[in-house]
């Protein structure tokens, strides 16, 4: 069974809304001020079951040209449009926008309904249908059905039923394998149960309890309840409306335009990449960076649109452009947008996003056109292509490819495997479990030469140190992948024998481990004085005039020493041998476990030493959280 979003278009008082009660008895004006005014403001909603089983959902949008904003929400999501052009009025100026809205926002089918058949003769009406069939000449409209009825005699409602089921049936089903989106267009609160909002599921499927996130703003929240055409639902799936009651928001942190999504799937943007059609009835030609209005999902942004490659669009043309925009969206590849005139608002054109995260763009740049004519022409191996030249130093997954691009993830397997075979990207997996990440082969190298680099400076610079800390290689060669990616990358370096992995300890394979008989002879030297000062060692200073050697280079072997395990670090300047920290430890311990507590004064006298050293030794067993300060005393934790 499909779920098919269905909606009504049309001029201003031609009986959109009466025709949508006859079809289903529901009265979607459901504001005050519509009944008293008689005309839609806002969008309404109600549903019908067709003969063949399929559940459909019917949203009512607004023909009044002051309203149209209303209208373009409502139109998002649309599978099918209902086109209303009432027989006493013919084609109006709203028909005309409405139509183009919808041919501009790719809805795929399209039925005519020409409403008020009882109020004109048979003549008018043919008058009227062959006006309807040449506005709808040149649009992928062009040989959908006509139908007339009348709302008030009931005539012609068979037929028309008939009709949209027909058409219903040839209407791509939707994926249900992505992850959800949802375009919020109403946000209301109902007493006892809290925040709720409503929206058209574009793709995938929710269930309660389920953990989303609302774009822009990144507010976390809950979905508590559900509900498909009026009946509480477990799960609902792409291509219901759907109301959503959620858990941990307020009403005023979510608002018609925001977006229902996974957490960590899609992000906002200020600018995108777009192919702009502009209407062969557009008033005037578009010049570059004219300011516009931006209606993409439910969402209406002002932003200005830059013309890569003309000086200015004429009524009629397309080319690319980037909307650089006053605030954030949440696109996708793939999306459709409708652009109208800043002032006075009229409808002059939109497209497809090719590119929803793209950088800022120089215009007139053969490079840029050339990469945008790659992505909008979809061709799934040119595009994989592309990003890896792009991010050809940064570590990606095929989900990262799959959240941006329709590419099918059968296809997207093969595409990988032939790029691997061939030698241009290579595999790099973080464990035998995870996932793979893949990297161009160029950036690999570049990023290989960056790490060996580094390794044989730190060796020079450290001759006695083991190795690198990964983290702090990573903070300052790569910063720009994740501790996940890295360990990825340095797990495939290690494996190929370019460096040589010690847990957190990197080296370069080819750095020399042993020490010379000189620097055994002093880190012996050393740690015998250590050892000899057993509770009273002697300070940084003080063993650096005692063995005679520079400062930076006895705190050389001193790191090494404590890597080993051989000494423990105290204090910035006090450093003890471990047999002898281990026997105070012990000590105290003991004297804790027969005593409630010690003062640096017992301590003091307990190992034979002054409070130089009693003092950091308390310090540093508080830090490792063997004690616990208690006024001066100390206490076991």
Not at 376 to 400: C, M, P, Q, W, Y
Not at 510 to 534: F, V, Y
């Amino acid at each position: 069974m499909k779920n098919i979003i269905i909606g009504t278009a049309g001029h201003i008082d031609h009986g959109k809304t009466t025709l949508i009660k006859a079809l289903t008895s529901t009265d979607t004006d459901r504001l005050i001020e519509e009944k008293e005014r008689g005309i839609s403001i806002d969008l309404g909603f109600a549903q019908f079951k067709l003969p063949s089983g399929n559940r459909v959902g019917i949203v009512d949008v607004p023909g009044h040209e002051r309203f149209v904003k209303n209208m373009l929400a409502g139109a998002t999501g649309m599978d099918l449009v209902l086109l209303v052009v009432a027989a006493d009025d013919g084609v109006m100026p709203q028909t005309k926008e409405h139509l183009a809205i919808a041919n501009l926002l790719g809805v795929e089918k399209a039925v005519v309904v020409v409403t008020k058949v009882d109020l004109v003769e048979k003549s008018w009406l043919e008058l009227v249908i062959d006006d309807i069939k040449g506005m709808l000449k040149g649009t992928s409209f062009e040989s959908s059905p006509i139908i007339s009825v009348s709302s008030v005699k009931g005539i012609g409602f068979k037929e028309l039923i008939e009709e949209i089921d027909t058409v219903a049936k040839e209407v791509t089903e939707k994926d249900l394998q992505a992850p959800y989106r949802l375009p919020v267009d109403r946000v209301f609160t109902l007493k006892g149960i809290g925040t709720v909002v409503t929206g058209t599921l574009w793709s995938g499927k929710i269930s309660v309890e389920e953990q989303v996130v609302i774009l822009p703003k990144g507010i976390d929240a809950r979905v508590r309840s559900l509900q498909v055409h009026d009946e509480s639902v477990e799960t609902a799936y792409a291509g219901q409306r759907v109301a959503i009651n959620l858990a941990g928001i307020n009403l005023e942190d979510v608002k018609r335009g925001d977006v229902m999504l996974p957490p960590n799937y899609l992000k906002p943007t200020y600018m995108f990449d777009a192919r702009l059609h502009l209407l062969p009835d557009a008033p005037k030609s578009l010049k570059n960076r004219a300011r516009v209005r931006i209606y993409h999902a439910t969402h209406e942004i002002l932003g200005r649109v830059i013309l890569l490659n003309k000086e200015e669009l004429n009524p009629g043309e397309s080319d690319f452009v980037q909307f650089r925009l006053e605030a954030p969206i949440i696109p996708k590849y793939g999306d459709r947008y409708v652009v109208r005139r800043y002032s006075p608002m009229l409808t002059i054109g939109g497209g497809k996003i090719i590119d929803g995260h793209p950088h800022k763009h120089k215009r007139f740049k053969p490079e840029v056109i050339s990469r945008l004519k790659i992505l909008e022409g979809g061709k799934s191996e040119e595009i994989v292509r592309i990003i890896f030249k792009e991010f050809f130093d940064s570590l990606i997954t095929k989900e990262d490819i799959v959240t941006h691009y329709e590419l099918p993830d059968d296809k997207l397997n093969a595409i990988f495997k032939s790029l691997v075979e061939k030698g241009e990207v290579l595999s790099v997996g973080a464990t035998e479990t995870e996932s793979d990440f893949y990297l161009h082969k160029e950036g690999y190298e570049n990023l290989k030469k960056a790490i060996l680099d580094y390794l044989e400076r730190y060796h020079k610079e450290n001759p006695l140190s083991p190795g690198a800390k990964k983290d702090v290689m990573r903070a300052q060669i790569m910063s720009h992948l994740s501790s996940r990616q890295t360990d990825a990358l340095l797990a495939k370096l290690n494996t190929s024998k370019f460096i040589v992995l010690e847990g957190d300890v990197i080296r370069h394979a080819k750095a020399k481990t042993e020490l010379s008989r000189e620097q055994r002879d002093k880190l012996e030297r050393i740690l015998a004085i250590l050892k000899e000062g057993m509770f009273a060692p002697l300070t940084l200073n003080e063993l650096e005039d005692k063995v005679d050697i520079s400062a930076d280079e006895l705190r050389e072997y001193l790191r090494k020493l404590t890597l080993k395990g051989d000494i423990t670090r105290v204090r910035y300047d006090l450093f003890y041998h471990t047999g002898a920290f281990t026997e105070a430890k012990t000590k105290l311990v003991d004297f804790l476990e027969k005593n409630e507590k010690i003062s640096p004064v017992e301590f003091k006298d307990l190992l034979g030493v002054t409070r130089k050293y009693a003092l950091p030794l308390l310090e540093y067993f508080d830090s490792q959280k063997i004690t616990r300060r208690v006024g001066s005393d100390r206490v076991l934790r």
